[in-house]
Each structure stands twice: as C-alpha cells, then as structure tokens.
C-alpha cells in the first residue's frame, strides 16, 4: 500500500527530493505554517523549551508563594503534592491529551529550527507491526522527538503515518516526572517512563515506544561541532525489541548540537561524578545571545530503515534472551545509524571529513559489557 502524500492533505507541507552519498534516495518534508510569523515561534520556543525550562515550575512555584496568602499557596502546593503520588500517568500512558497534540504548537517550534524530516525510501510503518524507535543525538533538548509528539494533520510524519504516531510513547528520564510544569509538559505529550516495566507495559498491549538511548550520559558529552552517541555496550533497548519482536529505527538529527553554546570543561569532574551515581545531568550550556533561549540551527531528522527482530509466534517475554542475537542485532543497529548520518550528512550541510563517534556506556564499564536488566 502506497503511503500517503502530505502535500496532499495539508497546504503547509512542503517535501523535496533528496539523495544520499551511498545512492539512496528519500524525501524530505518540512512545513511553513508560521513562515510570516518569526515573534511567535521565538516566544513559543523560547518559553517551552529554553535551557532553564527544568526550573520553571519550581519559579513560579515560588512567584506563586509570594503572592498568594500562605494558607491558599500551602494548599495548592500539598494537592499538587498529593498529585504526585496518586496521578502518575507517565506509568501508563494513559494522560496524553490527543486535542493538545493537535494544536500547531509543536510545529511553531520545528520551524523555529525550519526542522526538516527526512523519511527514505523503504521506510514504512506498517499498522499491524510494532516498532522502537531510537532517538539520537540527546543534546541538551532531544527536539528530534518533536515530530513524534504531534498529532497535527500538518505534521509530515503525522500525515505519512498517522496510526503509527497514535500508538507511540516516548520514554523519559525518571527525574523529568518530579519536576513541576516539566511533569505535565511531558505526559500530556504522551510521554512515560524510561523504564523497563513502564516501556514493556505500552509494547505488550500493541504499541510502538520511542527511546532517547544515550540518555543522560550522551547529554553530558554534549560539545559543539561535534556528533557523539553513547551506544556501545548499551543493549538494553534491544532485548527489549527482542522480547516483544518491536522492529528497532534508529533516528538522527543533524545540528542538534548547535542549538545550545555547550562548555564541557566547567566543573566537568562533579558533573560528570552526578551522571555517573546519581543519573542527573547538568550541562553548562546557553542559547542564543547568551539569553537561555535556543539558537536557531537548521535541524534535519532523518529517519533509517527499521531493522526486522527475531521473532518467535507465542513466545513469552518473561524468557531471557539469547545473548548472541543481542549482540548481532545491537551491531546491526549501530551500522545503520552510522549509514544513516554518512548518507546525509551531506544534505545537512554537514563538511565530508565530519564524524559521528560512538561512546561506550559508563554502566557497561562496570557491569563488563552490556546494561543487565534486572
């Protein structure tokens, strides 16, 4: 079945023919629905997701303390409390407002970065077919998720594969889900936890799930000018896959880096000493102007083929995996994400001599080899 064609179902999507260095070909979509209106996607973009969008809510919180009467902000504090204990939606899934997902927000931002998406041929989402998709780079902002949480008919991705994004969650960190404002931002958006329990939960029940595998670690080792992934020995998402035979895409969004000034030198050895035992990151990092708010680098996702798994009729989940096919399928998704990027590399802009590193997990260091789920 021929997929749809976007410019066909919106007046605001535009796609070109793109080529790659190794022959292949793809098309590239991007939209245009605010391309007279430059203020509003600086204030959208600037106010969702600047670089101190992590402590947002715990301002206004305080605004909040200062000027309501303390029996009326202690009150709405302990609810709101209470809410984090009662409500947690990033278990299940189940908060993401589909009317929300709608709303061209999201593609106010992709146009801030005049984002493209870049889908080749042969890539196909089938509906009765599961899928993992990988997200890379993290960058201080993973905006390469942007194109999976809309659910806007003027989204390219939305309008190709619209059963596809309906049935998608995107994992996040677990320490995303305790900051205020960030915690709502996120599960409205369909987001849940990065964990394995939560991510096996939507695939049991016939979902896809999206991953932002180098995590906080790849976030950390974020540096301008250069593409770093942290993948080697991290094999968990695979076993994954394997278990509920979800076919793996890896993904990658050239420039992301550059969205942020990043200085990886300042105060590196406790930095780095949080990611490593406490899962925190705190990148030293700020944006355009030195305001907090993102630079405006062209940013091109680019989508690789999904990569078949392994799969056995009535196989139960619970049972290990063989090591063996682990390995050679981890190997077969890290070749594909370094074809993705030498192919197009080019078509981002991108100089011939520039490369994409591949990081070894700190966990994998420890554990001598890959990540053991438990």
Not at 153 to 179: D, I, Q
Not at 184 to 205: C, F, H, I, N, P
Request: proline share 8%.
């Amino acid at each position: 079945m021929p997929k749809p064609d976007p410019t066909a179902q919106s007046p605001f999507i535009i796609k070109s023919r793109v080529l790659a260095a190794d022959g292949k070909k793809a098309t590239l979509y991007r939209t245009n629905m605010y391309q007279n209106a430059p203020i509003t996607k600086f204030f959208i973009t600037s106010i969702l997701l600047n670089c101190w969008v992590f402590i947002q809510g715990l301002g206004l919180m305080w605004l909040l303390w200062c000027i309501l009467p303390r029996w009326l902000s202690s009150s709405i504090f302990g609810i709101y409390a209470v809410s984090y204990i009662v409500h947690r939606p990033q278990d299940t899934g189940k908060g993401r407002w589909g009317w929300l997902m709608k709303r061209p927000s999201i593609l106010a931002i992709m146009e801030y970065f005049a984002m493209g998406v870049l889908v080749e041929d042969g890539v196909d989402f089938q509906p009765d077919r599961q899928y993992l998709i990988g997200l890379h780079p993290h960058a201080a902002h993973c905006f390469g998720s942007l194109p999976f949480s809309s659910l806007s008919e003027h989204n390219p991705l939305f309008a190709l594969f619209p059963e596809f994004l309906n049935k998608l969650r995107l994992g996040g960190a677990t320490v995303l889900f305790y900051l205020p404002f960030i915690r709502e931002m996120l599960y409205t958006s369909g987001w849940v936890l990065a964990s394995r329990k939560v991510l096996e939960k939507q695939l049991a029940r016939g979902g896809n799930v999206g991953l932002i595998i180098g995590g906080e670690a790849e976030s950390i080792a974020s540096e301008n000018l250069k593409d770093k992934v942290v993948i080697e020995g991290r094999k968990g998402f695979v076993r994954l896959a394997l278990r509920y035979g979800a076919e793996l895409v890896p993904t990658y969004t050239f420039y992301l880096n550059e969205t942020f000034h990043f200085d990886p030198s300042l105060a590196a050895a406790p930095r780095h000493w949080l990611q490593r035992n406490l899962k925190v990151c705190l990148p030293v990092l700020w944006g355009l102007c030195y305001t907090p708010a993102p630079r405006p680098a062209v940013l091109l996702l680019a989508i690789g083929q999904p990569i078949p798994v392994p799969t056995r009729p009535g196989r139960d989940p619970s049972e290990p995996v063989d090591e063996a096919v682990v390995d050679r399928i981890h190997a077969q998704y890290v070749s594909e994400l370094q074809r993705l990027f030498e192919a197009y590399k080019s078509a981002a802009g991108y100089a011939p001599h520039r490369k994409l590193e591949i990081l070894r997990a700190p966990e994998a260091d420890k554990e001598g080899g890959g990540r053991r789920e438990k």
